[in-house]
């Protein structure tokens, strides 16, 4: 997967047009911070957030659009933005390529993007994130952790002082985890991500699927 890197090339593009990357049209490529920053000031890109509603809510990068995996429109994300490059990004950078193809198979092959780490690597590289006012004091991944981490040993107890059949219960969780790992897909945090004590309000715009703040 080609890396789209800050260079003197990259600041003196012309608004409103692609560069030229290395990579397969239509493959999705990764940007770093510094050049997706850049491109953000000239006013000719868009950042799109594909995370979860209880994700976004606790943080999000500034300016960014609203458009969760599960229930992403490519049409829809193109027919909103119109005529500016489209850069993806969720929590670590595998749901935002995911997205990236998704988007760019839509659209005919079109050169597509997305962060290179996510808002992991942007936080990462000292730029700023906005937190929502009223956001749970323990993230919802830190949520997941503590919960399957409680049914796991509460699974093992049982299973070693009542029935071995209660240890299908910690593998069932272990086994959950490594999918959530792999896919970048936690249904776990999707659930935990509903509960009351999770629920903040997500900004959104008149966007419809697609909220712009």
Do not use: Y
Not at 24 to 34: H, I, K, M, R
């Amino acid at each position: 997967m080609a890396v789209v890197q800050s260079s003197a090339a990259t600041s003196s593009e012309p608004r409103g047009t692609t560069p030229t990357t290395p990579g397969a049209v239509g493959a999705p490529v990764d940007v770093s911070p510094s050049v997706l920053e850049g491109w953000l000031a000239q006013g000719d890109t868009v950042l799109v957030d594909v995370r979860e509603d209880h994700e976004r809510a606790g943080e999000h990068i500034p300016g960014s659009a609203h458009a969760p995996l599960s229930r992403f429109d490519a049409a829809g994300v193109q027919q909103r933005h119109a005529g500016k490059r489209v850069v993806f990004h969720c929590r670590s950078g595998k749901r935002s390529s995911d997205a990236a193809g998704r988007f760019g198979a839509a659209q005919g092959g079109v050169q597509v993007f997305h962060l290179a780490g996510g808002i992991e690597g942007w936080k990462a590289s000292g730029r700023a994130v906005e937190k929502a006012a009223g956001a749970p004091r323990i993230d919802v991944m830190r949520q997941v952790q503590i919960t399957a981490g409680s049914i796991v040993l509460i699974g093992v107890g049982l299973g070693a002082f009542v029935h071995p059949a209660f240890l299908g219960v910690s593998a069932f969780i272990g086994a959950g985890l490594v999918f959530a790992g792999a896919s970048g897909w936690c249904g776990m945090a999707m659930l935990l991500g509903k509960m009351p004590w999770n629920r903040t309000k997500v900004a959104r715009g008149g966007c419809g699927s697609c909220a712009c703040h």
